[in-house]
Every structure is written in C-alpha cells, then in structure tokens.
C-alpha cells in the first residue's frame, strides 16, 4: 500500500493550502483516511481524520479552519486549510486504517511552513 500525498509549502499566516493524499494497493477499503502532522521538538498529533461514511473528527487547534473530505472511489483524502497560523508549521502525514486488517498506513510526510 502507497499513500501519496502533494501540496504543501510555504504560506504566510491567514493564507490557505491544500493538502491532497491518494492511497493505493490495498485489496481492502480504506475505513479511516486522514492526516497527522509533527512540529519540531514535538509528538505526532492527530490533525483531522474522516470515515468511509463521511464522520469526521478534528483536533481542536484546527476546528472550524481545516476541513477534511475523501472521495471513496478515487481513495483520495484532501485536507483543506483555511487561516493557517504559525503554529500549524509542521510536517503533515497521510493516513489511512484498514478496520479488516487493523492495519495503519502512513505516507512521506508533506512539509507545511507558515511564516508571520
């Protein structure tokens, strides 16, 4: 299993960005698709994770500023982020979890810097 992702960069604060993951080769749904992000010198956090029926759940740093949403059939999860702050900086992963196998998948990080 491949998770891909693309979109992240350079943006000052209150800019947007949008982060794109494609997950390939499971012979299995994905049931959880989402994305977690590491700031330097801290643990990974969860960001934003969304069900194969659409539930979502969001970190509360990023309620009501980051949106998250998955196209089932392309197994595609986007992650779109509005107002971005300088604390949002950080390396964001791609997700995914297969309830059949329990297993979790991870992508290359995507490198995500706000500047104030």
């Known amino acids: 299993v491949q998770l891909q992702a693309s979109g992240g960069g350079l943006v000052q604060a209150g800019g947007s960005l949008r982060l794109s993951c494609e997950a390939s080769?499971?012979?299995?749904?994905?049931?959880?698709m989402g994305w977690y992000r590491q700031a330097p010198g801290k643990e990974r956090e969860l960001v934003a994770l969304i069900s194969m029926g659409d539930s979502t759940n969001y970190t509360d740093s990023v309620k009501g500023r980051f949106t998250v949403s998955r196209d089932n059939g392309k197994n595609i999860v986007d992650l779109q982020m509005d107002n971005l702050r300088p604390e949002d900086t950080a390396v964001y992963y791609c997700y995914a979890y297969v309830l059949w196998t329990r297993i979790d998948y991870w992508g290359k990080g995507t490198l995500v810097t706000v500047s104030s």
């Open positions: 080769g499971s012979l299995f749904s994905f049931t959880d």
